[in-house]
């Protein structure tokens, strides 16, 4: 079974200094994992993806994650956080090579806030 | 614009009338699904669709109905809506190759008094 777990509800950092979001995932297959933000009622936005092609993952807005097998991970990271990257953020995995049932799997979601 | 349009995005009614949430994609995709988003839950996924009048169960289908009679267009149907149905929802699509992403709608925010 797939699941997803997103290690903190809220993570606050000052402008300027590194975002660091935790996921952790547990899948049966070989996954395909990705990264939403959600910003103050609007809807998901893709940030990034991961999908075998290359571990470390390059996203929009100066984001960036990092698959890492061994243990079951795929943070999210950037180094400078700026105001507007305060939102909430989901990691969401969903089975690859599998057939029947399709299916995205979220994580709680992590809200992240930004101060000055 | 590739987009995925719901409609409405803001509706209070009250228990027991039925209601039509419509969702609608021009990106040609064969994948449609709905999700509910709770506070400290996520998303967790109603109904999903695999291509048109194929439908089936997501985790939490109690209390709602789908359809999918064209490609584009996959409405949520609450017969009989109760307060535990308050919620923000949202549609989504995507192409049935792995590793596709999804594309939401904007979401509905539903109150059901």
């Known amino acids: 079974a797939q699941s997803v777990t997103q290690l903190d509800s809220h993570v606050s950092v000052s402008e300027g200094t590194p975002v660091l979001l935790r996921c952790n995932y547990s899948?049966?297959?070989?996954?395909?994992l990705f990264w939403y933000v959600q910003h103050p009622n609007k809807g998901l936005q893709l940030l990034l993806k991961y999908t075998s092609a290359a571990t470390l993952v390059k996203g929009i807005n100066g984001f960036e994650a990092e698959f890492k097998k061994s243990e079951t991970s795929f943070h999210l990271t950037k180094p400078s956080a700026h105001m507007s990257d305060a939102a909430e953020y989901f990691c969401v995995v969903t089975p690859r090579g599998a057939s029947g049932t399709y299916k995205y799997i979220f994580g709680t979601g992590t809200r992240l806030k930004v101060l000055a | 614009e590739a987009q995925v349009t719901q409609n409405p995005r803001y509706l209070i009614t009250v228990t027991g009338k039925k209601l039509t949430v419509t969702c609608s994609q021009n990106?040609?995709?064969?994948?449609m699904s709905w999700y509910r988003q709770d506070p400290g839950l996520g998303l967790r996924q109603i109904y999903y669709s695999m291509n048109v009048e194929v439908t089936d169960k997501g985790d939490v289908p109690e209390g709602y109905k789908v359809s999918r009679k064209e490609k584009r267009n996959f409405p949520l149907i609450l017969e009989s809506p109760s307060p535990n149905q308050t919620s923000l929802y949202f549609c989504?699509?995507?192409?049935?190759?792995?590793?596709?992403?999804?594309?939401f709608g904007q979401g509905t925010r539903l109150t059901v008094v």
């Open positions: 990106m040609n995709h064969e994948y």
């Open positions: 989504a699509s995507s192409h049935r190759e792995e590793n596709t992403e999804a594309f």
């Open positions: 899948s049966s297959y070989s996954p395909s």
